[in-house]
């Protein structure tokens, strides 16, 4: 019971650090130094036009159906992690490789914050540390505690 105690305070934890600290979905037109710069890095032949800024976790750059296509829906489906959705025409992008994997990085990084704030899955899983494993019909025949 402590155990589940200490883990569950762990991620209130973790959740009120990251909730003070939400950041906006970004998305961004870019300018022609901007696009060169973000063919150089992510080929050629790839059609960029916008990106779209995910606070320190990434970033994606791609046409604007493409972008706009994300920021649509991630502010909705993560809003532990993104306070608003802004679209700007100048944002200065320090690193304009596309992010590998990013809405699974998302996800790793909202699902903790999501149990956190819910008390329904703080109880799901104190009922999962608590349950004892089951044993089998040798194991009770053969004398196993």
């Not at 994997?101 to 149990?115: G, Q, R, S, T």
Request: with cysteine; net charge positive.
């Amino acid at each position: 019971m402590a155990k589940v105690l200490l883990k569950n305070h762990r991620l209130s934890q973790r959740y009120e650090k990251t909730t003070k600290m939400k950041y906006n979905l970004t998305l961004v037109t870019l300018n022609e130094s901007q696009i060169e710069k973000a063919k150089e890095i992510n080929g050629r032949r790839k059609t960029i036009t916008h990106a779209l800024i995910c606070g320190p976790h990434g970033q994606i750059f791609g046409t604007e159906t493409y972008c706009r296509k994300y920021y649509s829906v991630w502010c909705k489906i993560f809003p532990y992690i993104f306070d608003k959705s802004i679209e700007v025409c100048e944002h200065e992008i320090s690193n304009y490789e596309t992010t590998f994997n990013l809405v699974n990085k998302l996800i790793e990084i909202h699902d903790p914050l999501e149990k956190a704030a819910n008390p329904v899955w703080q109880e799901i899983e104190s009922i999962r540390e608590n349950k004892k494993p089951k044993k089998g019909f040798i194991s009770r025949l053969f004398g196993g505690k």
